[in-house]
Every structure is written in structure tokens, then in C-alpha cells.
């Protein structure tokens, strides 16, 4: 992006477009120290309480500064790469990156060394970037005593303590609330989906035991499904991306219970999230010939979730930790027999603000 300066007027110009600044926009990014605190970022002034009367009496650009001075006496220099930036973003992202579809032919899955230092290194920003370009990372050598995968999460952000707790046990027991809890095969699927007004963002597996044949993780990027089908078969992709269902989930403690969409656009029509776990939902009562096409529209998309050609799978062995977008992929798991040995994993999940926290200051700490 380019920026011209014009009888005291800001423009931005990308590609063939070019739009003028509006002076009161540039005057409240005003960041000198009288202006700014230079500790938290936050201003010193009330940009609401200011005169709308804001005008621009002198500006231009000297090399990769643009300088400015108001009719209130105000005199700022502002970075054009900053401002940039700035321009650019989208109202919907904090993170500006791009999402990579992928599918069963995925195989170059990188994965990362923990070490002592690693929440505040260089791997942990690449590792951050990785997880919004494909939706998951997985992280090798992580310490697997004293409930470790806490901590790990603590230092990215603030664990998400839900109705399972800060964290929960992924092993076979008796008397389940919930299917995780067993040996048997677990269909893609994402977590919590009846929790309103979201579910959690994200979720972290840490595999503490496995000595089973089985057991497999499996991995499915919803994004490209949704991508896919929308190509495919519109009318059932326009169905799903229109009708909410209700979510229920039931316990002898908790009833939570949220309406959403299979898949959902944003305001601009672009993927947002997918909610799915068929064994939670109830479709709400449609006229006959609506219902017939919304149930053949989740079959569609139960196929496509369940085939192979989306399907990736790998074995998460001791001290592997699994990061993944709860909004975007789904998960499941490919039965095993709890008598050829443990299988222990340990999850808990974060909120967004977490990586796009820790992922924002890394870029300022690395000047990246």
C-alpha cells in the first residue's frame, strides 16, 4: 500500500483504488508520549470527547514517516508501514492470515521441539503462525508429569475451565458422560458445540500414555469440507449455512444447550466456524419438503466429513502435544482395546485472545 499527500489531504492508494484518510482516523493514532503511554499503549485522551472540526493544515511524507499537523495544534509522525498495516486489517480478524486447505494428501506435518524457553522464542511465533495457516500444530517433547499441560496453556494465554473442569482425562472409564471416555471409535466431530455463545476456540491434547495398537488421532479441516461442498452442491451448502439446530448436552450435573448453524459465515459471507457432533443435535421442526433437503444436505456433509479423501490420521505418542482450531477442524479417534494397555491423554482448552495475544506480542518482540 502507497500513500500520497495532496493540498493537505492523505490518501491511501492500492491498486487502482485510492481513498482519502479522514483526518480525525489519522489524529486519534496520534503516538507521542503526550499523547500515548508509552508502557501500556493506551492514550491519554478521550478521542470520543474531541471536536468533530478535526482538519489537516500541513502534511508530508519524508521516506517511511508521514508527518502531520492539525488545526488543534496537534504535530505526529506516523509510520507508513504501521499505518499500513493498520488500513489493512480486517474487522472480523486480529490475526491477518491466511487459512491453507488441506486434505488426506497432507503430509509434510511439521512438528515442534519444546524446550525450556520456548514460550517466548522464535519457534513458539513460527508454531503460532502454522496453527492459523492449517488449524493444528503439534508440539514434541513436552514434560508429561504434574499436569503439565496446564502450564503449557497458561503461558500462551488463560485456560478455559468449562463444566470437565480446568482440564479432563481422556481414558477409558466406567459410567462415561461422555463418549471420549471409552475404547470405542469416534467419528470427526468438533467439542462442546452446545456451549453459547460459542464453544471453546481452541483445544489442546497432550498424550501422556499410549502402549495400544490403536488409537489413532484423526484430523479434518472443516474450512476446505465447507469450501468443497459450497462447489459441489450449493443449495445444501445455502441450507446449512442458514438454518440453526439446537445443540443439548445432559448430564446427572449440567444441561447446556445452544442454536447455531452446521456451518457458519460471517456477516460478509465468509467461513467462520463448523459445529458438528450428530449425536448432539436436534433439527427443529421445517415444513416437509425444507426438512428433506436439510437432511440430505447433512448426510452430504456427514460423507464428506467421514471420507477418506479429508481424513488424515497419526499416532500421538508420549510427550506429543496437539494444538488445534475447535472451530475449524474436527477430531476423532480410531477405536482400540483398552486391554493391550494405557492410553492417556490429558485436554483442556483456550480462547482465541490467548494466541492472537501471544502471537501479537512476539511479532512486536521480534520486529517481525
Request: charged share 25%; glycine share 4%.
Amino acid at each position: 500500500m502507497k500513500f500520497e499527500v495532496n493540498s493537505n489531504k492523505v490518501f491511501s492508494l492500492k491498486g487502482l483504488n485510492k481513498e482519502e484518510i479522514h483526518p480525525f482516523w489519522l489524529r486519534e493514532r496520534v503516538s507521542e508520549k503526550e499523547h500515548l503511554d508509552q508502557g501500556t499503549q493506551q492514550r491519554l485522551f478521550d478521542p470520543s470527547a474531541m471536536k468533530q472540526s478535526i482538519e489537516i493544515i500541513n502534511a508530508e511524507i519524508n521516506g517511511q514517516f508521514l508527518n502531520v499537523s492539525f488545526n488543534d495544534g496537534v504535530n505526529s509522525s506516523f509510520e507508513i508501514n504501521k499505518l499500513s498495516d493498520e488500513i489493512s486489517l480486517n474487522s472480523n480478524d486480529v490475526i491477518d492470515i491466511k487459512k491453507v486447505k488441506w486434505k488426506s494428501d497432507f503430509k509434510n506435518i511439521k512438528s515442534f521441539k519444546y524446550t525450556d524457553d520456548f514460550f517466548d522464542s522464535e519457534d513458539m511465533y513460527n508454531l503460532l503462525l502454522d496453527f492459523y495457516k492449517y488449524g493444528f500444530v503439534i508440539i514434541q517433547n513436552v514434560p508429561t508429569n504434574d499436569n503439565f499441560l496446564v502450564k503449557f496453556a497458561n503461558m500462551i494465554g488463560s485456560v478455559k475451565r468449562t463444566n470437565f473442569g480446568e482440564h479432563f482425562n481422556v481414558r477409558s472409564k466406567p459410567n462415561p458422560n461422555d463418549l471420549a471416555y471409552t475404547a470405542l471409535n469416534l467419528a470427526p466431530h468438533t467439542d462442546n458445540p452446545y456451549r453459547n455463545p460459542f464453544p471453546p476456540c481452541i483445544q489442546i491434547l497432550h498424550c501422556i500414555e499410549n502402549e495400544v495398537k490403536g488409537g489413532y488421532s484423526t484430523l479434518v479441516d472443516g474450512f476446505t469440507v465447507s469450501e468443497d461442498l459450497k462447489n459441489l452442491n450449493k443449495d445444501f451448502y445455502d441450507i446449512l449455512t442458514s438454518t440453526k439446530v439446537r445443540f443439548r448436552f445432559s448430564d446427572k450435573d449440567t444441561v447446556l444447550e445452544s442454536w447455531a448453524e452446521l456451518i457458519h459465515l460471517d456477516e460478509n459471507g465468509n467461513f467462520q466456524n463448523v459445529r458438528f457432533s450428530p449425536r448432539l443435535d436436534y433439527v427443529p421442526q421445517m415444513k416437509k419438503e425444507k426438512l428433506e433437503i436439510y437432511y440430505n444436505a447433512r448426510k452430504c456433509l456427514s460423507d464428506l466429513y467421514n471420507s477418506d479423501v479429508y481424513r488424515i490420521e497419526f499416532k500421538l505418542m508420549p510427550g506429543d502435544l496437539m494444538m488445534m482450531d475447535n472451530h475449524r477442524l474436527l477430531h476423532g479417534r480410531t477405536s482400540f482395546d483398552p486391554n493391550e494397555g494405557k492410553r492417556f491423554l490429558q485436554g483442556c482448552y483456550l480462547d482465541f485472545d490467548s494466541t492472537e495475544g501471544k502471537l501479537l506480542h512476539l511479532k512486536r518482540k521480534f520486529n517481525f
